[in-house]
């Protein structure tokens, strides 16, 4: 196949991307399409249409309906070309439904795992796998099915970890199909199919490129991620082909990295494994001061240099592959050192040791936040609401927090010894469900002292510790107790739109107080004729 047939998918990818976003970015604006404000820990601004996986998903098409038609009586092109148009479209429904409303962790991973399965049930799969540097093949067996599944559902969360910025996932998978157009063109498989993704991933750069017009969402990203899994499997004769299945891998190293770090992270502090968070590679480089623009670009090229590699690990049918591991290895250090992860490596027990004794105190928090979640479906007023979240701060160690409404602002402030104090605001869902500020004493103890916790409680005169003096530690817990505030706000706003105010109360049915509560007392009444659902804490200012 020449060069010139397969640049035709590329342009006809580009073509339908440049005609589809400007069509979905107004009819987002005249008729309100989805665009869900974004999660705690992401920061982008204003609200931006979640919707690239659709353009995306209908160059896809165009682009299928031209391969087909050019592979027209050859079944051995066609093969498995049904399986990834059903499985690819299942995991971009799957992401899809995401943006329109949230799914849950748990239940995302689920379908991933099912449409990976299904595509081992219907003959797409890993098989057999030669041994690198010999002629050895041996098969796999049972456990093909579940490489194949890790190897899919990886790659399709790998993906959609990289879309934390404008532009990065967008970018890097271009680098990618750019890569399995190669690949494709050399084993005879699915080439023009990865060349024409790859121009639609060009054009969407466009209108994707810091500042961003329209985002990837949960649904381009899973169809990305999940497609170019399938893709390298498709080009790897069910894997017999080594170096078909580690030349993407090395484009994605920084990703792999970045995942393997926050999974490391958050299990030796408690946190759940799949929340996210601001410590991903991306966020150290914006907290080094770089613009979005600099930081995508400065991924951009260290990529580029693992593309190269990937490109050298095929052409040499994977001979130069320890080679290409050491020279990996180096670049990660030396990016390493850049972005100061280095000095951490090399203070593991430090880290290990203060991130253990961190995670009683982060469970103890996932257990009041979530509480505090609850409460958002049970809570009568905002005002009720508000009391639960100074309860729950008091008991997490913050000495102040300050919440500010649509309609006002409620401060809670208790009185202590230290004069410094850690300090965070939060403006959260863009001020929707308030803005809020909290402060922590920071508090030190003697390093010689056996009871670190002893004398830092009496120095202090807190009966709870360690508590949040520590500022990882303040970082942290600050961040899961503002975030369980934005679920109860979302649980108790019950999906409406308008900003969060204290005046407001709502009527609940609660089964169990109907003997002893008259029914009028949960009807919705003025707040300036309502008693105070809970009596005011010690040290409350209003």
């Excluded at 693992?306 to 049918?317: D, T």
């Amino acid at each position: 196949m020449s060069c010139w047939t397969m640049l035709f998918p590329a342009l006809l990818g580009i073509g339908i991307v440049f005609l589809g976003v400007p069509l979905i970015l107004k009819a987002a604006r005249v008729v309100n399409l989805p665009s869900r404000v974004r999660d705690f820990h992401h920061g982008h601004g204003p609200p931006v249409p979640r919707l690239g996986g659709l353009v995306l998903m209908a160059a896809y098409l165009g682009i299928e309906l031209f391969r087909v038609i050019y592979h027209r009586g050859d079944g051995a092109a066609t093969t498995g070309s049904w399986v990834v148009a059903a499985s690819s479209s299942a995991m971009f429904g799957l992401g899809f439904w995401d943006d329109l409303k949230p799914l849950g962790a748990k239940r995302k991973l689920a379908g991933q795992v099912v449409i990976a399965a299904a595509v081992c049930l219907l003959g797409i799969g890993i098989e057999r796998f030669r041994i690198p540097f010999t002629d050895t093949i041996i098969g796999l067996g049972g456990w093909g099915i579940v490489i194949t599944v890790s190897w899919l559902v990886g790659m399709t969360n790998l993906i959609n970890l990289m879309d934390g910025v404008d532009g990065l996932a967008g970018g890097i998978c271009l680098m990618l199909m750019a890569l399995l157009a190669y690949v494709g063109h050399q084993s005879g498989s699915f080439e023009l199919l990865a060349s024409g993704m790859a121009g639609a991933l060009l054009a969407f750069l466009w209108f994707n490129f810091p500042p961003a017009r329209i985002y990837l969402g949960d649904g381009g990203a899973y169809f990305l991620g999940f497609q170019i899994g399938l893709l390298a499997i498709l080009s790897s004769h069910k894997g017999t082909v080594f170096a078909a299945l580690v030349a993407p891998l090395f484009v994605l190293a920084l990703p792999i990295l970045d995942m393997t770090l926050a999974i490391i992270r958050r299990g030796l502090r408690g946190l759940p494994i799949f929340r996210p968070d601001r410590k991903h590679i991306h966020h150290r480089l914006l907290a080094m001061g770089l613009s979005r623009r600099r930081a995508v670009l400065s991924l951009y090229a260290v990529t580029l240099i693992f593309l190269a590699m990937g490109f050298a690990a095929f052409a040499s049918r994977g001979q130069l592959v320890p080679l290409l591991l050491g020279l990996a290895i180096l670049v990660v250090l030396i990016c390493a050192g850049k972005l100061r992860f280095s000095r951490e490596w090399f203070a593991v027990g430090r880290i290990v040791g203060n991130s253990l004794g961190m995670r009683r105190e982060v469970h103890y928090t996932l257990a009041l936040t979530r509480w505090l979640v609850l409460e958002g479906n049970r809570c009568v007023s905002v005002q009720e609401l508000w009391s639960n979240l100074v309860f729950a701060a008091q008991r997490l160690g913050f000495n102040y927090i300050s919440l500010t409404l649509a309609d006002g602002q409620r401060v809670w402030e208790q009185t202590n010894k230290c004069e410094l104090c850690h300090s965070v605001r939060h403006e959260l869902q863009g001020g929707r469900f308030g803005i809020l500020e909290l402060k922590a004493p920071v508090c030190t103890s003697d390093d010689t002292d056996p009871a670190p916790e002893r004398s830092w409680s009496s120095a202090c005169e807190r009966p709870l510790c360690p508590c949040v003096s520590e500022e990882k530690a303040f970082g942290i817990i600050s961040d899961l107790l503002a975030e369980g505030w934005a679920k109860a706000a979302m649980k108790w706003n019950a999906g409406e739109q308008t900003p969060l105010r204290f005046d407001r109360t709502v009527t609940r049915q609660r089964d169990h107080l109907q003997d002893c509560v008259p029914p009028d007392s949960l009807t919705r009444v003025p707040s300036a004729e309502r008693k105070p659902a809970n009596p005011p804490l010690e040290g409350a200012a209003q």
